[in-house]
């Protein structure tokens, strides 16, 4: 499972990150941004050391980095003044990897951050990179899309409402990380049912509308077996194991969903450029 996880992680540092960061558009990214790359590959690396001082280090440099994205969350609700749904979406994408950055720190130095086992510290990483960036961005970018739909609404703030429920679960119970699931799950289930009926459209080229149409339908799937797992911590009736979720739910999430779905957004944001500058 370490190896499938870390291969998972690294997509989320050096690619779902920085194609995310240039569809939020915001020039107060630029600087991180362009130093993304030298911030994230420390991290890489940290995830094939063995546990212990230079792995730490490394991964320290990339916590720091996601630090500094987080940063800019509040220094964007100062700027902005907004605490609209798609807001607080793009808000919680831009602190969302800094939780990944320190359960990695964490765990590549073997400490049990807040009694957490190394093993549920090492998913923590990827979980805050796909739900907690990915996923929050997407719903965003989905809420814009569906202009004043109630449904857009409702997933750009259930997402990361659901997210933080996880989060919260961790400390509390398995009943309430389960709860938190529910609201995840219907999140993203409205972000997928969203992107087929409002995002994809005919005016999109065929790879766009394939990648949009994959996106989506993986959803179903890996949120499924999210809420199968959570249920079966919380009751105790049989479930996936956490090896078999890594290569269902965590690989799905991450090539299906994620990466599929910021390669459709950035080839839609190109689309509206051009047609911005015919228009003009």
Do not use: K
């Not at 320190?102 to 130095?109: C, D, F, K, P, T």
């Not at 959803?219 to 077996?225: E, I, P, R, Y």
């Amino acid at each position: 499972m370490s190896v499938l996880v870390g291969l998972i992680v690294m997509l989320g540092m050096l690619v779902v990150v920085p194609l995310g960061l240039r569809l939020v558009g915001s020039p107060a990214l630029h600087r991180i941004r362009r130093l993304w790359p030298l911030l994230a590959a420390p991290g890489a690396v940290a995830l094939w050391l063995p546990r212990g001082g230079t792995a730490t280090a490394l991964a320290a440099v990339y916590a720091l980095g996601t630090l500094a994205l987080a940063l800019h969350a509040p220094a964007r609700l100062l700027r902005t003044r907004s605490l609209a749904p798609a807001e607080v979406a793009v808000l919680t994408a831009l602190a969302a990897p800094s939780v990944a950055g320190l359960a990695l720190v964490a765990e590549r130095g073997g400490h049990e951050l807040f009694g957490f086992d190394l093993e549920i510290l090492a998913l923590t990483v990827p979980h805050f990179h796909f739900a907690g960036f990915a996923a929050a961005l997407v719903a965003g970018l989905v809420c814009r899309a569906a202009g004043r739909r109630p449904a857009g609404r409702f997933a750009a703030l259930s997402v990361p409402l659901g997210t933080l429920l996880v989060l919260t679960g961790y400390f509390v119970d398995d009943w309430a990380e389960l709860a938190g699931a529910v609201v995840l799950t219907a999140g993203m289930w409205t972000v997928a049912l969203l992107t087929w009926q409002d995002v994809r459209d005919d005016r999109q080229d065929r790879t766009t509308r394939a990648l949009l149409a994959v996106s989506a339908a993986v959803l179903v799937a890996t949120m499924l077996l999210a809420l199968s797992w959570a249920l079966g911590e919380a009751t105790g009736i049989p479930h996936p194991s956490l090896t078999w979720m890594a290569a269902t739910h965590g690989l799905g999430n991450a090539l299906g969903f994620a990466l599929c779905a910021v390669l459709a957004w950035r080839r839609i944001q190109r689309l509206e450029r051009l047609d911005e500058g015919t228009t003009a």
